[in-house]
């Protein structure tokens, strides 16, 4: 028997499932090699605390904190409105929100469109204010003077 | 009170039956989340999130497996989310400590990486054990604590997870193989305890 077969059969050894015979030569190697024994004596005593861990008993006070967790929980769906409500208001807040939300856009895009139309009239009356009077258009003499260069 | 009454209270929220749920089932929802999260006040915290997703989630329970397997089940969940979120927070953890030592110009102790505490023998072996575990796939986790910590039969395991007995087996097995091989990786890196 090698090491390897002590490295694989761990568990195997601890939990008294090895065959009788395959359990004695394993308990022969571990008197002879002494990095195997090292192994299983380490092995054991980290699992053991598997042991310890199950006999953890849990804080007696814990019941009455899941009582009254649950208790404010039914106090808080108490408290919210009926779901079926919910499932009716819910739709039509949303269409209400919607509908008041397409009138302000309309507003909003009709109160542009006039503008732009005063705006246009504005033009339309300087324009014939200059005509009547003669004033001429504004010229760039600038521009003039450079392009005449 | 049998288990129909029991989801019938508790469907339409009688008190009764809610302290009968608590009373016969909270001891068993913390000890198994304790087994996965290795921390038992954040397991009795875990235990209120299970007795309040049971409470919800009553009215959806289909009775194709007992009460008792799905309230397992829940646990299980619970108990994985938790580690998942913790794996995340650690990550961070390390990470900033990590970025804190290099920024100060100091050496980076490499046991800052590891999660051991070499100051009290037996609470570093409670920690060996639960990374070992904690570092098995998660289904073979969940098949190796079930039947190692709350020595459940296979059929009882292969039940809760949803799984063929053969497959329990082999992912038992599978997780008793990787612990051997985590442990004696340990023991040749770290050394030994009885020198």
């Known amino acids: 028997m090698d090491c390897s077969f002590i490295h694989n059969n761990l568990f195997a050894y601890q939990e008294i499932q090895l065959p009788e015979r395959e359990k004695k030569e394993f308990e022969d190697h571990l008197h002879a090699c002494e990095e195997c024994d090292r192994i299983v004596s380490d092995f054991q005593s980290v699992t053991s605390f598997i042991d310890e861990k199950k006999s953890a008993e849990p804080n007696p006070f814990t019941r009455t904190r899941i009582l009254q967790k649950i208790e404010s929980q039914m106090e808080c769906a108490r408290a919210l409105p009926n779901p ?4 009716i ?3 039509i807040s949303v269409s209400f929100l919607l509908l008041i939300a397409v009138i302000i856009g309309f507003s909003i895009v009709k109160q542009g469109e006039s503008e732009i139309f005063e705006n246009i009239n504005h033009q339309n009356e300087i324009q014939t204010m200059k005509s009547a009077l003669n004033i001429p258009d504004f010229i760039d003499e600038d521009k003039t003077f450079f392009d005449n260069y | 009170m049998t288990e129909q009454q029991l989801i019938d209270g508790l469907i339409v929220q009688n008190k009764d039956a809610i302290e009968y749920l608590v009373n016969n089932y909270q001891k068993k929802v913390i000890k198994t989340a304790y087994y996965f999260i290795a921390n038992m006040e954040d397991a009795e915290d875990l235990s209120q999130e299970v007795f309040l997703e049971i409470f919800k989630s009553i009215s959806r329970y289909k009775r194709n497996a007992s009460l008792y397997t799905w309230i397992y089940r829940i646990t299980v969940n619970k108990s994985l989310d938790h580690l998942r979120r913790q794996k995340k927070r650690n990550i961070l953890q390390t990470v900033g400590s ?3 030592v290099s920024s100060d110009g100091t050496k980076r102790d490499d046991n800052t990486l590891t999660t051991v505490d070499t100051r009290n023998e037996d609470k570093e072996k409670r920690k060996i054990l639960d990374n070992a575990v904690n570092s098995l796939p998660e289904n073979q986790k969940i098949a190796f604590i079930l039947n190692k910590y709350e020595e459940m039969a296979y059929k ?9 007995l053969s497959s329990v087996e082999s992912l038992i097995h599978r997780a008793k193989l990787n ?3 985590k442990l004696l990786n340990y023991f040749s890196e770290y050394g030994t305890y009885n020198k």
């Open chain 2, 156 to 164: 009882e395991i292969a039940e809760i997870m949803n799984l063929s």
């Open chain 1, 84 to 87: 079926f409500f919910l499932k």
């Open chain 2, 98 to 100: 990590f970025l804190r």
């Open chain 1, 89 to 91: 208001l819910h739709p």
């Open chain 2, 179 to 181: 612990l051997q091989k």
